[in-house]
């Protein structure tokens, strides 16, 4: 096992860099954690692309041994109470051969980096209520459940698809 990880900001209009970027995305997808269902052709085709245009995404590799090991997708986004801008963390995946060696740790701290020099007041990311190996690794980064207080609870990921 090599303790040697490597994280690379993505250049989404590099081959390389957007080969490995859809292959780890793929990975996470056809995870039970992903949703099970590998990425459509069309998807594959278009996303680096699309990353590239969009003027708030930004991205991460981490390499294990010059082999792609881990990705994180986020997106700048804006906090209205705080009148700064924030990341949130839309994809994170760890190929499961490098889960538990550090790898979405090396991956969080370029994107806390990142965030802290564009003058982010937050970080923000979603997991899945039962994927507790995730909460555990992003608690141990510092994330904590958001609530504005005890009164009103704890913050709810909604969606609505269109």
């Given at each position: 096992m090599s303790n040697k990880i490597l994280v690379k900001q993505v250049d989404y209009l590099d081959?390389?860099?957007?080969?490995?970027?859809?292959?780890?995305?793929d990975m996470y997808a056809r995870d039970p954690m992903g949703g099970s269902e590998a990425l459509n052709e069309q998807v594959k085709a278009r996303l680096c692309k699309d990353l590239a245009a969009h003027p708030g995404a930004v991205s991460w590799i981490?390499?294990?041994?010059?082999?792609?090991?881990?990705?994180?997708?986020?997106?700048k986004g804006y906090?209205?109470?705080?009148?700064?801008?924030l990341m949130n963390v839309h994809d994170i995946a760890v190929d499961p051969a490098?889960?538990?060696?550090?790898?979405?740790?090396?991956?969080?701290?370029?994107?806390?980096?990142h965030a802290m020099e564009?003058?982010?007041?937050?970080?923000?990311?979603?997991?899945?209520?039962?994927?507790?190996?995730?909460?555990?690794?992003?608690?141990?980064f510092g994330f904590e459940q958001y609530a504005l207080s005890a009164e009103t609870g704890q913050a709810l990921f909604m969606q609505k698809w269109l």
């Open positions: 081959r390389a860099d957007a080969a490995e970027l859809v292959g780890l995305l981490a390499y294990v041994d010059h082999k792609p090991a881990g990705l994180l997708n986020a997106f906090s209205t109470f705080k009148a700064r801008p490098h889960r538990g060696q550090g790898v979405g740790q090396a991956l969080l701290d370029a994107l806390e980096k564009i003058g982010c007041c937050k970080i923000t990311l979603e997991v899945l209520s039962g994927n507790h190996i995730a909460q555990r690794s992003y608690q141990h």
